[in-house]
């Protein structure tokens, strides 16, 4: 079982629907939680960070923490093609140190 | 806030030469910069933790005799592919910690550079 799980997709969905990504991680000492944007040919921009339970939203985005059932999610309200892109799900065991990275989901947001 | 730069950003090379990659953080203080190697339509792959003024740690199966990696300073780190060959063509990325202190804690959060590709030839 891999340390950080995510559906590679793809997942499609046409413009202004709400996107849905979703990561479930196996070591329940995690306290920290990334979401990162990657587009094509680039590198990893940071989205979202969440750290407690329950949802945090920023603009368009909502991120979702479940820490008993070990699943954190990702919302994008009102999809554009822009955020067409391979998300990426990042887990921190301990306040610093390395992030476990799931292999992302390739998201298509079709006009 | 929380830029980190990569240089250069592309570079080919001929094989059996070596190649340095510079990871800067520009705004903040790093103690721990990571190092990523991802080939096309693959997965992140790390390569190796530094931290400032101690010797990196590298993962299972990466050569630290050929990918050298030095962080000499706070906003600074760098990775050395001695004698490139093309299999070490690749997508080179680097992300420094930023440490954000709130509520009587800290946090670190991992922030990229923009990623240094490289082609052997």
């Known amino acids: 079982q891999k340390e950080v799980e995510q559906n590679s997709g793809p997942l499609s969905v046409p413009e202004g629907a709400i996107a849905s990504l979703n990561c479930t991680y196996s070591d329940r000492g995690s306290q920290s939680f990334f979401w990162y944007r990657q587009y094509s040919g680039k590198s990893p921009e940071l989205i979202m960070s969440?750290?407690?339970?329950g949802d945090k939203e920023d603009g368009r985005f909502t991120a979702q923490l479940n820490k008993a059932s070990q699943y954190v999610s990702l919302l994008i309200r009102d999809s554009q093609p822009s955020d067409s892109a391979t998300y990426l799900c990042?887990?921190?065991?301990?306040?610093?140190?390395?992030?476990?990275f799931g292999d992302g989901t390739t998201l298509t947001v079709k006009p | 806030g929380a830029v980190v730069s990569q240089h250069p950003s592309w570079v080919i090379c001929k094989s059996g030469t070596s190649v340095k990659i510079e990871c800067r953080s520009l705004?903040?203080?790093?103690?721990?910069m990571f190092w990523y190697r991802q080939f096309p339509k693959q997965s992140l792959m790390l390569m190796a933790t530094?931290?400032?003024?101690?010797?990196?740690?590298?993962e299972q199966g990466v050569e630290k005799d050929k990918f050298l990696i030095n962080h000499a300073s706070l906003t600074l780190s760098t990775l050395t592919v001695t004698s490139a060959h093309p299999e070490d063509s690749s997508f080179y990325i680097c992300?420094?910690?930023?440490?954000?202190?709130?509520?009587?804690?800290?946090?670190?959060?991992?922030?990229f550079g923009p990623g240094t590709r490289l082609l052997v030839l």
């Open positions: 530094s931290n400032e003024g101690s010797k990196a740690t590298y």
């Open positions: 969440i750290y407690s339970n």
């Open positions: 990042a887990v921190k065991p301990i306040r610093a140190g390395k992030s476990t």
């Open positions: 705004d903040f203080q790093a103690t721990t």
């Open positions: 992300s420094a910690g930023a440490t954000q202190t709130s509520g009587g804690g800290s946090r670190e959060t991992q922030y």
